[in-house]
């Protein structure tokens, strides 16, 4: 059975935090290493309303399901990055408006842009750009939901652990809809596979890689999916992106880890 949009739209809400201890961080604080991915999701997290910006200006903004299911997942993504921002916030650190604000400022000129680009690349892809999106969106939502649990076995902290697995079923129900609509678009036709396989190679790179410092993408990456369980975990990311119709054999997530530790 295909994904169902009237029985996500009742389900979406914000992250439940009801159990969720965050004064348990003030006692027992998380290592610096896990901080710093928190810091990144938590960004990477609130910038989704940019992205959703750069997909209104394309042909997505006439598909009445794909607005439907964007529209919900804007906001259960901010409601991540606030949940996120709590855990900075027991520790002592901005979050928020004052990480967000900052970030955006230092990103002006490129996201002055950046609806542009998203604008004409989509009438480059023409049908293609579809399929393209929605396959992107699955791939960064896999890499997402295996970052977070990377980040709850590396930190092995019980409260931590606990956050990050109700974002995880959050993040599960996203991938639901961008892999069942990659699929759906990419079946049977060969020139949008093709199409769809070139952009992933030529431009895909690790989430938040357009906006976060390079030093933050290469430490997260290298932190998250190092050594023989990252790299098991980048595996089944790409596992997932070869059960789709036409793009089997790209190793996406395993060649970025490649680059990240070069």
Request: proline share 4%.
């Amino acid at each position: 059975m295909g994904f169902n949009i009237d029985n996500y739209k009742r389900r979406s809400a914000p992250v439940a935090l009801d159990g969720v201890d965050f004064t348990v961080f003030e006692r027992d604080p998380l290592d610096h290493d896990s901080l710093r991915c928190i810091r990144y999701m938590h960004d990477i997290e609130h910038h989704t309303i940019c992205y959703l910006r750069d997909l209104l200006v394309t042909p997505a903004h006439r598909d009445h399901e794909m607005t439907t299911f964007l529209t919900m997942w804007a906001l259960e993504e901010y409601w991540h990055g606030e949940a996120l921002g709590a855990v900075l916030a027991a520790h002592g650190e901005p979050c928020g408006g004052d990480r967000v604000t900052p970030m955006r400022t230092r990103l002006k000129v490129k996201e002055s842009l950046s609806p542009v680009f998203f604008g004409l690349g989509s009438a480059i892809a023409g049908r293609s750009f579809a399929a393209i999106h929605m396959t992107w969106g699955a791939i960064n939502e896999w890499t997402a939901q295996a970052a977070y649990g990377r980040l709850a076995q590396r930190a092995a902290h019980p409260t931590l652990a606990e956050l990050l697995r109700r974002i995880m079923r959050q993040e599960g129900g996203h991938i639901d809809f961008y892999a069942s609509q990659a699929a759906k678009r990419l079946e049977g036709d060969r020139l949008v596979q093709r199409a769809t396989r070139f952009a992933l190679r030529r431009f895909w790179t690790p989430v938040g890689s357009d906006v976060m410092p390079d030093d933050e993408v290469v430490f997260v990456g290298s932190h998250l999916f190092g050594g023989p369980d990252g790299r098991a975990a980048a595996e089944r990311v790409d596992r997932h992106i070869d059960r789709l119709p036409g793009l089997a054999g790209l190793h996406l997530a395993t060649r970025a880890n490649e680059r990240l530790a070069a």
